[in-house]
């Protein structure tokens, strides 16, 4: 048999690395249920996921205990519901980089994987112009287009 070369090392390495951090991530979740009833609104003070009304397990936009508050959870880069601070829109993304979908004017966007609130042609509506969420402008027909600024 032979011996394995760095690049398999690291591989063998990370791949590890990804499967411990996801094990860990809902062992916490696991942790923090508590009993609830489900009955505390969003924004509502909390103390476990199960307080929260409409919690589902790393569902994203079900609700979670965060921080002692109920909140929506944020789709992270592998499709889970994490709470915001905790939720990183890559891999190798910092903690807290995630926005919601739709994603809201101001926000960074991409037309397929990260939506406005919009159809593009909507004047008023947001669309995915250049990289952010903006609102349309009509054009002299009065269809929606992004602004040119």
Do not use: H
Not at 27 to 47: E, I, L, R
Not at 106 to 119: F, N
């Amino acid at each position: 048999m032979r011996p394995l070369n760095t690049a398999s090392k690291y591989a063998i390495g990370f791949a590890v690395l990804v499967v411990v951090l996801a094990v860990a991530a809902v062992a916490a979740y696991f942790v923090t249920q508590g009993t609830g009833d489900g009955s505390v609104p969003s924004g509502g003070a909390c103390s476990a996921n199960s307080d929260c009304q409409g919690f589902a397990f790393a569902q994203p936009g079900a609700m979670a205990c965060c921080n002692k508050t109920c909140q929506k959870l944020y789709a992270d880069w592998a499709g889970i519901g994490v709470c915001g601070p905790d939720c990183k829109s890559g891999l190798l993304e910092a903690k807290g980089t995630c926005y919601p979908n739709p994603r809201q004017l101001g926000e960074p966007c991409d037309v397929v994987t990260a939506p406005c609130d919009g159809k593009l042609g909507s004047a008023g509506q947001l669309y995915c112009c250049g990289g952010t969420c903006k609102a349309q402008v009509p054009n002299v027909i009065g269809i929606g287009i992004c602004p040119s600024a």
